[in-house]
């Protein structure tokens, strides 16, 4: 079981920046598909962005252009620049990394946009 730990979430104003962080405690990063979902109050949980274990990105199209997702092999660390925050970016953000058929979810951040 691999652990992953999310931080770096917090209040911003509208049009406000936050990266968020992910680490992870397994040696298999670097094999690992990585990724961002979300959970806003009411809602299903969404994907927002991943990056595989090659460093190719995908994101949903209500975040293109405005977050960006990375990942340093070295620190065992995603992270997802979030750029613009609107008030309907507000959610808990979950951090995950997938090897094989084997999933692992962090605990959340919340990211809250408001003024």
């Known amino acids: 079981q691999v652990q992953l730990v999310e931080s770096g979430g917090g209040l911003v104003q509208p049009g406000g920046s936050l990266t968020l962080s992910c680490k992870s405690d397994g040696v298999i990063f670097p094999l690992m598909h990585m990724g961002w979902h979300r959970q806003a109050p009411g809602k299903e949980r969404e994907m927002v962005a991943s990056?595989?274990?090659?460093?190719?990105?995908m994101y949903s199209d209500f975040v293109k252009g405005r977050f960006t997702i990375s990942r340093d092999n070295a620190k065992n660390t995603i992270y997802l620049q979030m750029n613009n925050l609107q008030p309907e970016d507000t959610a808990v953000f979950y951090c995950?990394?997938?090897?094989?058929?084997?999933?692992?979810w962090g605990s959340g951040t919340q990211v809250t946009v408001s003024s």
């Open positions: 995950y990394g997938r090897y094989l058929s084997q999933m692992n």
């Open positions: 990056i595989t274990a090659g460093g190719s990105t």
